[in-house]
């Protein structure tokens, strides 16, 4: 079985889900050009709290993770399946590193479903969500991104949904689809490094705009599991969408083993398209 893509997706605001820009037809464009997979393992950049944990229930609730937005983002539901047996086998690959069985507390955060809602609008794709452990260094998330690469194998894509950029305090309103000179400049350096070595992506931790494009790790810490990914299997990593949103978020997704699969139909949304993103803020 050839291995299942793994994507890397800069999800910005939530109001992603309700619009039809550059970036969220390129996200549908993912679903309709890539081979489908039977289950999803989902890192979202919202599931960031003490403790390492997969979901394991049947059926995930969908979290509304945010205030102030309009009632019509509050009303979606994303009522995918989980899959418990994949949940046990991730739990399982992982060892010695200690994860939990999530039965009953988290489910499908906007992170998840506010992509996954262009991707595979029917929900029928089981999705099981991985936390981010809040108490673990990045070195940690990377080692663990190498420990899941073998679910390739298994028809699984690792769909991690963040922002390389993701500085909310730093906000301009008057950049609706543009960014700082700053989040430029990590933005770029991030991709050099995942397109050379990805297996020394922590050296962008020393960049010179790191501190400002990732004042808190949340964000970021998917891409890791990208690039653990990529070092395990001496895979490579590409760019499939490029952008910055309200100044200081990127819209950057990457792929791995998708460029190929997308490259086959000349008019798929996905080949770097520069859309405009919503104005609405991220939380």
């Known amino acids: 079985m050839p291995r299942t893509p793994a994507l890397f997706i800069g999800h910005g605001s939530p109001m992603n889900t309700l619009e039809s820009n550059g970036y969220t037809q390129g996200w549908a464009a993912f679903g309709e050009h890539l081979p489908r997979p039977k289950a999803i393992l989902a890192i979202s950049a919202h599931w960031y709290f003490g403790a390492t944990a997969v979901t394991a229930m049947a059926r995930p609730r969908t979290i509304h993770d945010f205030y102030g937005f309009p009632q019509e983002l509050f009303d979606v539901e994303y009522p995918a399946p989980g899959d418990p047996d994949l949940a046990g086998e991730i739990q399982e690959l992982v060892k010695p590193q200690w994860m939990g069985l999530d039965q009953d507390q988290w489910g499908l955060d906007h992170g998840t479903w506010s992509v996954l809602k262009h991707m595979y609008p ?45 500085n909310l305090r730093r906000v301009q309103w008057d950049k609706p689809d543009d960014g700082t000179d700053w989040g430029r400049r990590f933005d770029d350096a991030v991709a050099q ?14 960049h010179p705009d790191y501190a400002m494009a990732v004042p808190t790790p949340d964000h970021f810490l998917p891409l890791l599991y990208m690039a653990g990914i990529a070092a395990e299997e001496g895979s490579g990593i590409e760019q499939l969408l490029q952008g910055h949103s309200l100044g200081s978020i990127s819209m950057t997704s990457y792929g791995i083993g998708a460029h190929v699969e997308l490259a086959k139909d000349p008019h798929c949304a996905a080949q770097l398209p520069r859309g405009v993103p919503p104005e609405q803020s991220n939380i």
């Open 193 to 206: 490094q995942l397109a050379s070595a990805p297996g020394d992506i922590l050296k962008v931790t020393e």
């Open 122 to 166: 029917d929900a029928d794709v089981p999705v099981v969500q991985l936390s981010l452990n809040a108490t673990q260094p990045a070195q940690y998330h990377f080692d663990l991104g190498r420990a899941l690469a073998p679910l390739r194998e298994k028809g699984v894509m690792v769909l991690g949904s963040g922002n390389v950029v993701h």
